[in-house]
Every structure is written in structure tokens, then in C-alpha cells.
């Protein structure tokens, strides 16, 4: 099973953290810098609800299948994806490793959104 590439409808970025520094008590992440920009297909998930300290939360997980290139070849849980492609688009973290899709065709990123705040 291969790429449909012609779903592939919807930008994103994918951001990664740059170099931590070292502030004289602790490392602190480097500034997160895009990795890549490309274009995507968004698939929701099925959704789960599931109980936290007596709040009920929804949890929607997301797929965006993207085209593999060696670019995005080692893109894992420590990237976050940015929807739309804008400095103002939803922040979403990657939550598993990317699944391949045919050979090195595309890949799969099951995500989740960051909550604002």
C-alpha cells in the first residue's frame, strides 16, 4: 500500500527543539527552529475520554501523513508538529513513533493538540 499523495491537501510545520543551553543551574531547551515545512493529510482519530483527578477530559489523537524525504527521515516524540504552517497555527506533539508507509513513501504522525496556557 503506497502514498496517496494526491490527499496530501493541508500544510505543516515540523518543529524541533535547537541545542539546550546551560543557565548556571539547569539545561534549558534551545529555541525551537522548523525542521520542515510540507504538505499533509489530516486524519482525525478515533477519540477516548478518560478521567483525571476527578475532571473528565477528551482526548482526540490526529494523523498527518506526510511524504518521506531524508529531511523528515528522523522526525520522532521529541518534534511537534505546528497546524496550519503559521506561528499562530495549533501546536500538536507527536506521541508515537512515525509509522512508514510503503517503502520510504510517506509516514504517518499520530499527534495529539497542546493545550494553550
Known sequence: MGLDTG????RIRIERDGKPSH??????????????????????????????????EAEIPVAFIIRWSRTVADVGPADRVRYPAKDDGQLFEIIAAPREIGRRDGLELTCRAVKAG
Do not use: C, I, M
Open 7 to 10: 490527499s496530501l491537501d493541508r
Open 23 to 56: 543557565d548556571g543551574l539547569q539545561n534549558v531547551p534551545g529555541k525551537p527552529f522548523p525542521l520542515a515545512t510540507v504538505w499533509a493529510q489530516y486524519k482525525p482519530a478515533r477519540g477516548q475520554e478518560r478521567f483525571d483527578l476527578a475532571t473528565r
